[in-house]
């Protein structure tokens, strides 16, 4: 079965930097593209950015120059590497899989303190 295990959120202050994992197990990891969703409170869920099985990477332009997606696929896990945070960046954060029908984790919690 599909599992997909977030980690790495937390409490940072404007300006800081995450990195958020997400370990995925139950699927053919290094042949599938990836992605890291975010929801905030009273909002729907947005694409931050997808990865590729061969590395290529796209950003919501909110995402843009400032975190990096990526993927070790011998640890079957991808990450997503936050720098220069905003308090609009708190949000749940959200591992994707979609093989025709989409594979969530259960979120990990990305809180930026003005």
């Known amino acids: 079965q599909v599992q997909l295990v977030e980690s790495g959120g937390g409490l940072v202050q404007t300006g800081g930097s995450l990195r958020l994992s997400c370990a995925a197990s139950g699927i053919m990891f290094s042949a599938n593209a990836m992605g890291w969703y975010r929801q905030a409170p009273g909002k729907q869920r947005e694409l931050v950015a997808t990865i590729t099985s061969t590395g290529s990477t796209n950003y919501a332009d909110s995402a843009k120059g400032r975190f990096t997606i990526s993927r070790d696929n011998a640890k079957n896990t991808v990450y997503l590497q936050m720098n220069s945070l905003k308090p609009e960046d708190t949000a749940v954060y959200y591992c994707?899989?979609?093989?025709?029908?989409?594979?969530w984790g259960q979120g990990t919690q990305v809180t930026v303190s003005s």
């Open positions: 994707n899989y979609n093989a025709n029908i989409d594979f």
